[in-house]
């Protein structure tokens, strides 16, 4: 059996106290929802709602650090679990068809709202159910894993009308639950605290968002920042996700960190890949070959994740979405959400972000004709002068 989380060893390490006051100001210990499924929903999201005092706050960590969960995760040697997944989308269908391939569980319960994808899944060998209240009570299922797009569809998916949390709990069959979906901090605090007040039901969220984007969703190298309130739940999120889905999971802190590692992460990324596509499109319109020029740049001072694996210029790379005119990759509206998220949070902690602030309004400049397109396509609207506005 596996040991309570309050008997675990302390972890010797301790958070900055700069890097403490800033979690404190973004938030990340929000209140239960007030109405449960069946009474009069909040008029404010869940995930946005006002904040506990420092004492209550400091309860919450307590708890979640010190309370014995009844339903310990076993070794993943074997293939004799079975999982579950919610959200089959540009992100989620190859994590779960690596999840599939793994042949680490005895079966994968798939639940979506599209039922093409749904019947894929079915073609592949996996159980498919049509609601999330459906996976609660499909037998055997202790995991659950979501990737889904917004904190209002995590919301959804757990205390919607047919959400994982509508069931009767006597037919509630998962007991841990790990988010990849990015969302901020305050949803995931907010979902650990309404399945904390689930009496008697022992129920974890962990947030675990990704970075890799479809590239390394499809070949498993994301790597999950973990939001857990203790070690023993970080590893027991780890076993489930690497090697299976990704190539590895850092823990970042306890609950809603994973989502403020994924924030400052986006934050470098939406500002580099401006930075990238301005100095590609400056250097073709001085006659630079394109091929030459990012040569130059990953192997020199400017190589970054945008040159070397996602280049945005078309024609220089295979396989990324600037090859195949920008789609099916990571949608310019969810770098805007993400840079968004960025800037709220940094105004909760009183931090500056100038050149995130300039990035979004660069990107949302291009959204009314880029929205559905992956964000690289930033490339193509400073080439052709719109971001200046010599062009519209």
């Known amino acids: 059996m596996q040991k309570a989380p309050g008997q ?15 979690l404190k100001r973004l938030g990340l210990f929000t209140p239960s929802a007030t ?34 969960y009844s339903r310990p995760s076993e070794g993943l040697s074997g293939s004799s679990r079975r999982i579950g997944f919610v959200g089959v989308g540009a992100m989620g269908r190859p994590m ?10 005895e079966q994968v319960v798939v639940c979506d709202t599209n039922e093409k994808a749904l019947q894929d899944f079915k073609a592949m060998g996996a159980e498919v159910v049509t609601s999330p209240a459906d996976l609660a009570r499909s037998p055997g299922v202790e995991t ?3 990737m889904l797009p917004s904190a209002g569809h995590v919301e959804g998916v757990f205390l919607g009308e047919r959400g994982l949390l509508s069931v009767d709990p006597s037919e509630l069959q998962p007991r841990f639950f790990i988010d990849c979906s990015s969302t901020g901090p305050k949803c995931s605090v907010s979902m650990q605290r309404e399945l904390e007040g689930r009496e008697g039901a022992d129920l974890v969220f962990v947030d675990a968002p990704v970075s890799g984007g479809v590239p ?7 790597t999950f920042m973990v939001g857990a309130p203790t070690e023993d739940l970080f590893n027991r999120a780890r076993d489930v996700l690497v090697p299976t889905v990704g190539k590895q999971a850092v823990h970042c802190g306890t609950t809603g960190a994973g989502q403020s590692t994924k924030l400052c992460n986006n934050l470098v990324l939406g500002i580099t890949m401006a930075g990238v596509c301005e100095a590609m ?29 996602y280049n945005p210029c078309p024609g220089v790379m295979q396989g ?45 400049k291009m959204e009314s004709t880029h929205q559905r397109k992956d964000f690289s396509a930033i490339y193509r609207y400073i080439y052709n002068g719109q971001a200046s506005g010599q062009r519209e």
């Open 8 to 22: 675990q060893k302390e972890r010797k390490t301790a958070a900055p106290a700069r890097l403490m006051n800033a």
């Open 35 to 68: 109405a449960l499924l069946g009474a009069a929903r909040p008029t404010q999201p869940l995930c946005s709602r006002s904040l506990p005092s420092l004492s209550k706050r400091a309860a919450l960590s307590s708890s979640l650090c010190s309370r014995s």
């Open 96 to 105: 779960c068809e690596n999840l599939l391939k793994s042949g680490r569980f």
């Open 144 to 146: 659950v894993i979501s």
């Open 216 to 222: 390394g969703a499809e070949q498993a190298t994301l």
């Open 281 to 309: 499109a400056l250097g073709q319109k001085l006659g630079l070959d394109p091929e030459n020029l990012s040569k130059v740049f990953n192997s020199s001072s400017a190589q970054c994740w945008s040159t070397s694996l």
């Open 320 to 364: 990324v979405p600037s090859s195949r005119d920008y789609e099916n990759g990571f949608l310019t509206e969810l770098m805007i959400k993400d840079l968004t998220s960025a800037q709220q949070a940094a105004e909760s902690a009183q931090a500056d972000i100038y050149l995130g602030k300039m990035a979004n309004d660069l990107y949302q």
